[in-house]
């Protein structure tokens, strides 16, 4: 069995079905089995397709009688142009055969002569009009629960275990007896037709077949992309009930996809996102693992695959407890403690030969599923489901738990899941607070079932909620039958369109270009081919981002900061200070560093722009268009003989960030997104990778806390004399060379200081007018900040600690301290 294994594939939309009167009668031969399962690692191609069946004309299919084939029409015209009349033989003296030669009814690498009772070719037609499609799908939302969640006293009573059960036929709380007697019938497939003669008939007659994966890897991708846009993007932008972002200011959207190998959900997500969105993947690891190197459409530097317990080394098995555990400690963690936004789960496994049976197989997958995503959830977040089918009472009590656990629920099936199978999606909106015993509890059952798992166990859990409760529940209830009842005959009807489309070969669904170009313009998704990004040359690509402005500038080397320089600073609101640390040759080793996207990162000293871009030998992972100013630094964990060095990333500032040109934006507006960016690509499960981190930036009316940051520490190498360290707030520290200070609002502004309104403003020295918020005139762009930049060398001479000589004619502590206190009137 293999978990997490995602199963693209299935389609439908919310229309109206044609209504059964009479069971469908069907012959014992004409039932054959057609494997559920997939083989191919593309998943681009789905084979959980149940099989077709006869049905009757008003299901769409016309099978009057009509025994003549189609192949028998065309071989009597190629007779008829040899001569050929009716009583008379064929040749010279009539003495030929008299009757038409009937053409080979064959197919495929089946013995010559055998006939398939039931799917020989003949002139079958299908009446498009009995099956309604449109790009627009209708939505059908549960009545929503207002009760409060229940408690885990109450639950625990609820849960039923029994004999295992390994039929289904049987179960019909929750359906029209009828409907779930087809579909039964319906699963038991036609092997006798080989899979490239199902894959032809099925292409050719799903309206919606043609979609296929479009941009990304996979049919996956464009099912999500289907299901965000029919809700409203309620996942890509999501919103609380009043319709405000559930996303804080300068927050990362994050989610999580779980069961879903190779990765064609994330893949749409972070295409729609692009760099503002941080996913987790916990999937079963081996062939059907996330698949990176295939994400063309959406790039997966912010994208960080995670299996449970061994982090990037564990197995990824979902319903292991532990793994369970260790993956939401990990999402916590690194989404400071609130979760996610939403969870977006497309499990499924291989159920060959027992295609009728997939639900009970399935059911321990469908808890686990929901368990993880309500671990990880934030308040107010999102969840979508793959199912199959729900007749079980165990498959409709856990939809019930969920029901309690989320403000909304609704199952829906998007017209990129092919008609003709029994998959759905369950869709979840805004968890609810008060949900942790609701978790708790699958967290219960998942374990029993781990303990009944044995095959030599004749128990099984069989029910989660009673069903008498579920019944009692009737809008739930009402729903779940409905919701059963129609998608059952809206598969039973594609059923039939397959059989026919296999048995006459002349059938063609003319609807699927038009629908094609109308669905991906309804989801707002480019009809162009998918295609491998291109890696062009570093030094084309700075100037296709510079955008024609000269970068001559990025040659100027800062400014020493003087006591002169420093007695001219006209307001001390308008700079902000970093301090650099030091690399080689006891300088900081400040450069520009250009991404075209994963690995491919290459480097430049300002001073050496002329020269080529040098491919940067670090490991490191960032999305492509990014153009960033750092500085490389060493930095030391402990001190010592046992400390480590680790050689780091630190960005100072940024022009571009994965696409996005920031350079005119104001110079803390430019950190906060760099910031949010190193959020993104941090991957802290893959300890080999370089650290890549934001500098602290500090004001320089602050500057004190600087000082504080500074220490005395024992380096390794420097004989045990303790040396000036600057510690950073994640308990690492570096040698630092000195103090940049930046200048960041432009001539004639400065920022002043009101002491009346207790906050700052802008003033303009030549207007003499002044303003609370800055105009976009007085905003420093990242050229004017990096021409205009000043630099304290914090070199031999100049005294920061107690212990430092000071030289004279050089900035000092105090001398900065006491210039800042003055301007400060303290």
């Avoid at 006869?54 to 028998?72: E, R």
């Avoid at 301090?579 to 520009?592: D, K, Y």
């Avoid at 930049?789 to 301290?817: E, M, N, P, Q, Y």
Wanted: net charge neutral.
């Amino acid at each position: 069995m293999i978990r997490g294994h995602t199963l693209s594939g299935s389609s439908s939309s919310e229309d109206e079905i044609p209504s059964f009167k009479q069971p469908i009668k069907k012959r014992p031969h004409e039932l054959t089995a057609y494997h559920f399962g997939r083989s191919d690692s593309s998943h681009d191609s789905d084979k959980d397709e149940d099989s077709p069946v006869p049905l009757k004309k008003k299901y769409g299919m016309d099978i009057k009688n009509k025994v003549s084939s189609v192949g028998n029409d065309f071989a009597k015209r190629m007779m008829n142009k040899m001569g050929f009349e009716d009583g008379k033989g064929l040749g010279k003296y009539g003495q030929g055969r008299t009757e038409v030669v009937e053409l080979s009814k064959q197919r495929g690498r089946r013995g010559f002569g055998l006939h398939l009772e039931g799917l020989e070719p003949c002139n079958v037609s299908w009446d498009f009009e009995a099956e309604k499609v449109s790009a627009e799908e209708r939505v059908l939302w549960m009545p929503e629960c207002h009760d409060d969640p229940p408690e885990m006293q109450e639950l625990r009573q609820w849960m039923v275990e029994g004999p295992k059960k390994m039929t289904i036929d049987d179960e019909t709380h929750f359906c029209d007896p009828e409907v779930l007697k087809n579909i039964l019938g319906l699963k038991t497939v036609f092997d006798q037709l080989e899979p490239e003669e199902m894959r032809r008939a099925r292409t050719r007659s799903n309206s919606f077949e043609t979609i296929r994966g479009v941009i990304f890897q996979n049919r996956a991708a464009m099912k999500m992309a289907n299901i965000d846009a029919i809700f409203d993007f309620m996942f890509t932008n999501p919103t609380d009930e009043k319709g405000n972002s559930l996303i804080l200011y300068n927050e990362l959207l994050y989610f999580a996809d779980i069961c879903a190998g190779p990765g064609g959900f994330s893949e749409y997500v972070l295409w729609r996102k692009g760099w503002h969105t941080k996913g987790f993947g916990f999937t079963l690891k081996g062939p059907n693992d996330f698949k990176l190197e295939e994400f063309f459409a959406g790039s997966p530097e912010t994208f960080e695959p995670y299996y449970g317990v061994g982090g990037i080394e564990g197995d990824g098995d979902i319903y292991v407890p532990e793994n369970l555990r260790e993956f939401r400690r990990f999402v916590m963690e690194n989404t400071e403690g609130k979760g996610l936004h939403f969870v977006m789960a497309d499990g499924g496994f291989s159920v060959e030969g027992q295609e009728n049976i997939q639900e009970i197989l399935s059911k321990r997958l469908y808890l686990c599923q929901f368990l993880c995503a309500l671990s990880v959830l934030r308040t107010g977040g999102h969840f979508v489901c793959k199912l199959f089918d729900i007749f079980t009472p165990f498959s409709v009590g856990l939809v019930y738990l969920m029901y309690r656990a989320f403000k909304k629920i609704c199952i829906h099936k998007p017209n990129t899941s092919r008609p003709a199978n029994s998959e759905r999606y369950l869709i979840c909106k805004w968890r609810r607070e008060d949900t942790k015993d609701i978790h708790d509890y699958m967290f219960e059952i998942n374990c029993r079932l781990g303990q009944l798992s044995g095959v030599t166990s004749s128990l099984d859990v069989i029910e989660v909620v009673p069903v008498d409760l579920l019944k009692d529940e009737h809008a739930f209830f009402n729903y779940i039958v409905a919701s059963n009842d129609r998608l059952g005959k809206w598969q039973i009807l594609n059923l039939a369109k397959i059989r026919a489309f296999a048995q006459n070969n002349e059938l063609y669904e003319e609807r699927q270009s038009d629908l094609r170009k109308e669905c991906l313009k309804l989801w707002k998704v480019p009809d162009r081919a998918r295609s491998a990004p291109s890696k062009p040359d570093p030094k084309s690509k700075f100037f296709e981002l510079m955008k024609g402005e000269s970068s001559d500038y990025m040659n100027f080397k800062a400014e020493e900061l003087t006591q002169e320089k420093l007695k001219a600073i006209t307001s001390i609101y308008d700079y902000y200070c970093i301090v650099l640390g030091m690399e080689t040759n006891n300088q900081s080793q400040t450069c520009f560093i250009l991404s075209l996207g994963r690995n491919h990162i290459f480097w430049k000293e300002p001073r050496t722009l002329g020269c080529r871009w040098i491919k940067l030998d670090l490991k490191m992972d960032l999305p492509a268009n990014t153009l960033l100013c750092a500085e490389l630094v060493q930095e030391l964990n402990g001190e010592g003989r046992a400390q480590r060095r680790i050689k780091a990333v630190h960005i100072l500032d940024a022009l571009c960030l994965g696409g996005d040109d920031v350079r005119a934006l104001s110079f803390m507006e430019r950190i906060h997104h760099v910031q949010k960016f190193v959020k993104a690509v941090s991957k802290p499960s893959i300890p080999n990778l370089t650290p890549i981190k934001a500098k602290e930036i500090f004001p320089l009316r602050e500057i004190d806390q600087v000082f504080n940051h500074l220490t005395m520490k024992v380096v390794k190498g420097s004989g045990g004399i303790p040396q000036l360290c600057y510690s950073m707030t994640d308990g690492k520290h570096f040698i630092p060379s000195g103090l940049l200070i930046l200048k960041t609002v432009e001539y004639p502004w400065i920022i002043a200081y009101s002491k009346t309104n207790q906050r700052t403003y802008f003033f303009n020295t030549k207007t003499r007018t002044s303003v609370f918020d800055g105009p976009n005139e007085a905003i420093s762009s990242f050229r004017s900040c990096f021409i205009s930049r000043l630099f304290w060398s914090w070199d031999s001479g100049v005294k920061l600690v107690d212990g430092h000589i000071a030289a004279s004619g050089k900035v000092h502590r105090h001398t900065i301290t006491d210039f800042v206190d003055h301007a400060l009137g303290r």
